[in-house]
């Protein structure tokens, strides 16, 4: 038996994101800079933050933003300038964004305008520099990620199943104890591959396995 499900071997057994929202604030030259990260689990999420943040801010001159969300080699990364010049403020916040090694999260960052211009280097420093300040007050934490299974086995067996799933960093989260037993086990991404050809051939087969698809 093989295991036909899909599988992306570039899927990361954990990602780093943030557990709550953090803010941030600082002047340069006489402009003020408020900033504020969010838990964005999708664009809707993350485009409601940004919304928000520009209502209650609307009489600010700039909210500029960055997304950056995924748990794949390719995130889906986004920034808006909203008015300054390119590359001053939306980049400079996805950066910041970047260097935490941050995903499904969002940056705004407001500006109220001194009356001193900050030059294209200014901004991005005073831009980048906001976000980080709101980054490093948010909490972060490890969000793990992996595959769910549905097993059905003989209660003989139950051993040899809970064998499998401590080797491959695994654990069940439901059971069902009827005429045969049903599990239902998350597995990391690392450890999920091959998972169910393992099960059928420590088994010979006597284990019906397949995988839960995704919410």
Known sequence: MTDQSTFDPGLPDSVRVLAGPGQGEMTEQRS??????????????????????????????????????????????????????????????????????????????????????????????????????????????DLPLGRRFRLRFPYPLRRVIEHLLHARGGRSEAEDYAVEVTWEVWLPHSGSRGFTAAVFEATAGAVTAEEIPQA
């Open 32 to 141: 003020r800079f408020l900033a504020f990260a969010f838990p964005a689990p999708d664009e809707t999420a993350a485009r409601e933050a940004i919304a928000g943040v520009a209502r209650r801010y609307h009489d600010a001159r700039h909210a500029c933003s960055a997304w950056r969300l995924g748990h794949g080699l390719l995130p889906h990364e986004h920034r808006n300038d909203d008015g300054e010049p390119s590359g001053t403020a939306g980049e400079p916040l996805l950066a910041a964004i970047r260097k935490r090694e941050l995903t499904d999260c969002v940056v705004v960052v407001v500006r109220y305008f001194g009356g001193v211009k900050l030059g294209t280097g200014g901004l991005a420093r005073a831009y980048g520099g906001a976000a980080a300040l709101a980054l490093d007050a948010a909490p972060v934490a």
